[in-house]
């Protein structure tokens, strides 16, 4: 098993991409903290996991609250007594023409994005600056790297992960921690699927990327699981896009064009 031994928490870990990510991390031996600001999902999520024999703990956790972090990393170290990884699964988004998007929703997607990737790498990589030893995987975006129609506060969220990521990944790395990103496209979450109120949507978007599906959940997970593991040992700064091909499509035109669905 990849992670044998160690201990991971995972933030948004109580359904999507996150959920994915603890499922795949206990499956190939790793502790999980499931922590998510739906506590009781994140409790069922732990319970599941812990069925595979590995020690499990959630949390209620809001991500952009630095208390809160804080007391995440604290519980984990107690629970588990080290922290190996981390990853920053957690994310929102809220769609509509940029020229539309309230402040307030602004500063939410930046919270929760952003600052609470910033703030969880911060109190966990201090923990692993101490041990000379760690692995952090932000879940960015293709929307971080070009431009999404109508998600006009949750792709510059998600670049600006993306150059967080590069930072860390240089200033810690002489501490023998890495920090790397997955950036996924299309994947069928629940947050994803919600975006669209048709079959014919669904399909119009499928049909822009190359492979001419969605991704699963657990193909997400799988990238986590390498990121985090000793396969990937002498890779750190990078961001692995998991995309189908739909970056080098050119799918982002679909968007030019009038009453199109992003």
């Excluded at 990849?2 to 999507?16: D, M, P, S």
């Excluded at 940029?98 to 910033?118: C, P, Q, Y």
């Excluded at 129609?149 to 967080?164: D, M, N, T």
Aim: glycine share 10%.
């Amino acid at each position: 098993m990849k992670l044998e031994g160690k201990a991971a928490i995972v933030t948004g870990g109580a359904q999507g991409i996150g959920k994915a990510v603890c499922e795949a991390f206990a499956k190939e031996g790793a502790d999980v903290m499931v922590a998510d600001v739906l506590g009781r999902k994140a409790g069922e999520v732990a319970e599941e996991i812990s069925a595979q024999g590995r020690k499990t703990s959630s949390l209620c956790l809001d991500v952009s609250d630095k208390s809160q972090v804080e007391k995440m990393v604290g519980s984990a170290i107690a629970a588990f007594g080290k922290i190996d990884i981390l990853v920053n699964a957690a994310g929102v988004f809220v769609r509509g023409p940029i020229e539309d998007v309230s402040e307030k929703d602004w500063d939410r997607v930046i919270a929760v994005n952003l600052k609470g990737t910033f703030l969880c790498s911060q109190a966990a990589g201090r923990k692993m600056i101490s041990r000379k030893s760690g692995s952090i995987v932000n879940i960015a975006s293709i929307a971080g790297h070009a431009p999404q129609i109508h998600l006009g506060a949750y792709s510059p969220s998600k670049a600006g992960i993306l150059l967080l990521t590069k930072i860390m990944a240089v200033e810690w790395a002489r501490y023998g921690v890495r920090v790397n990103a997955v950036s996924p496209g299309p994947t069928a979450t629940p947050m994803f699927m919600s975006i669209y109120d048709s079959e014919e949507k669904l399909n119009r978007r499928k049909r822009a990327i190359p492979l001419n599906r969605f991704a699963g959940p657990d193909e997400i997970a799988n990238a986590a699981v390498f990121l985090s593991s000793k396969e990937a040992g002498f890779v750190t700064g990078h961001s692995l896009v998991v995309d189908g091909g739909s970056l080098d499509s050119m799918y982002h035109l679909m968007g030019m064009l009038p009453d199109s669905e992003t």
